[in-house]
């Protein structure tokens, strides 16, 4: 099947992108079979407006398989979950099974993240067995949003979040992300971890190799009703990753995505498999802190020019804060204002009781540059 990615490092050059931060997961080899159904959907998890291909996962389902379930490691000297495993002839599910913790460095940067930002909600494609999922909605109680193709995952993430008594805090969803919404498509018979997607098939039903498909855009509706407006989020779907920005163009716009924490192994491998992936664009740049300007009583601006990178469109803007400290009490300044294709606005405000005067000067000694991209 041909797979893009979103990002073509076309002008990457040395940007440090501290919007993205790398994630690599490892790849395993599964044993063990176990039947499956697809899961009903009860009014009370029916979201209004939500494409019919979206599978949504009923919170409350029995789950008849035998899965094994642990608690993890606690992280922070507070927050401990529980994760439901495969056999141990899968990577992830060892690790986690021997140390009690999947990716510990990330997952406690994550949380971090999330401390210090308590408007923030998650969205984790590409879910796996929850090793995120359940950390931020089982710990720390924020919304998450789960997504992930292989049902064995999806029954997983379902039986440790009945264990944990969040269904309010999780939706789940069982689907792969596509540039089509409703296709049928195979999965690679391999471990969990690996699972890629296949060929499209006629085979009109979801089972363990076959997902239905959807376009990130079609998960709008549910952060809408459940009144998200800021998320970070984790994408890891073994080089699927573009179909998140060639399909979220609405999501972008409406929701102030503020940080996505991806994997890179795959980028080398997909540049030149489809056509999509050359026509795909972006640059970035940093920003100097001396732009900031005073804009209201409590309110700082800046206007970002990015005549240089001859967009011909206007892009997708992404945009971080970095500094030698304090720019963490900033909140805003994610929400692009007045895009253009040759510039656009941010406004930055703070929880910290400071008027726009202050924090201009604090901005100028504490350096708070804006690291910025555009993908058109």
Known sequence: MNRSNCINPKRFGTFPLCLLISCCLSVSFYLGLVTHCKYLITPVQTISSLAAAVNLINPNQDIKSNITCIET????N???????????????????????IWEERYVTRLLRILIRNPFLDMIDIGANIGSFTMFTAGALGRF?????????????????????????RVVLIHNALYSESGKYLTLSNGPPSGIELGKATQQNFTSEYIVQTIRFD???????????????IKIDIEGSENYMCETGSKMFELIDIQLVMMEWGHVATILNQTNTTKQI?????ISSYTLWQPYDIDVMMMNIDTTNCSFNAIPIYFTSMAGLGSHWVLVGYTSISIATNISFTIYASSWVNWNSTEMVANAQISLWNVNWLGIS
Do not use: W
């Open 78 to 100: 507070l927050y401990s979950t529980t994760v439901c495993i495969h056999s141990n002839a899968d990577v992830v599910s060892h690790k986690i099974a021997t140390d009690r």
């Open 218 to 232: 079609d998960l709008l509706p549910i952060l809408l009703e459940k009144r998200v407006q800021s998320v970070m």
């Open 73 to 76: 490691k606690q992280l922070l």
């Open 144 to 168: 998450t949003l789960a997504v992930d193709c292989y049902l064995p995952n999806i029954e997983r993430i379902l039986r440790a979040v009945q264990i944990e008594n969040v269904q309010n």
């Open 281 to 285: 664009y972006f640059c970035g740049g």
